[in-house]
Nanobody, 119 residues
Framework: QVQLQESGPGLVKASQTLSLTCTVS??????????WSWIRQPPGQGLEWMGV???????SVSPSLMSRTSISRDVSKDQFTLQLSSVTPEDTAEYYC???????????WGHGTPVTVSS
């Protein structure tokens, strides 16, 4: 059973860069056909897909966040990382890392990590 665990700072100051890491256990991030996404949910709002890194290492980022977002990975540690620059209080949300067993699928979720951006 694949498990995902998010980690990172719970509090970030506005204009700083948020960095979150997802550690995968019970599976490999290089498994063919696996897609590793970041999804967030601001308080009282719906889920927002932020971006994905595939098993090949190729990434895709939401157009609305593209100028501020990068996703990378450390294969040796089975981890992938989200970096979101120039954060504002509007980036306050619960952040999830998610495994999809195919494109546009979201099958396994981490527990989520709350991030608050202070002004």
């Amino acid at each position: 059973q694949v498990q995902l665990q998010e980690s990172g700072p719970g509090l970030v100051k506005a204009s700083q860069t948020l960095s979150l890491t997802c550690t995968v256990s019970g599976g490999s991030i290089t498994t063919n056909g696996y897609y590793w996404s970041w999804i967030r949910q601001p308080p009282g709002q719906g889920l927002e897909w932020m971006g994905v890194i595939g098993s090949s290492g190729r990434t895709s980022v939401s157009p609305s966040l593209m100028s501020r977002t990068s996703i990378s990975r450390d294969v040796s540690k089975d981890q992938f990382t989200l970096q979101l620059s120039s954060v504002t209080p509007e980036d306050t949300a619960e952040y999830y890392c998610v495994l999809g067993l195919g494109t546009i699928k979201y099958d396994y979720w981490g527990h989520g990590t709350p991030v608050t951006v202070s002004s």
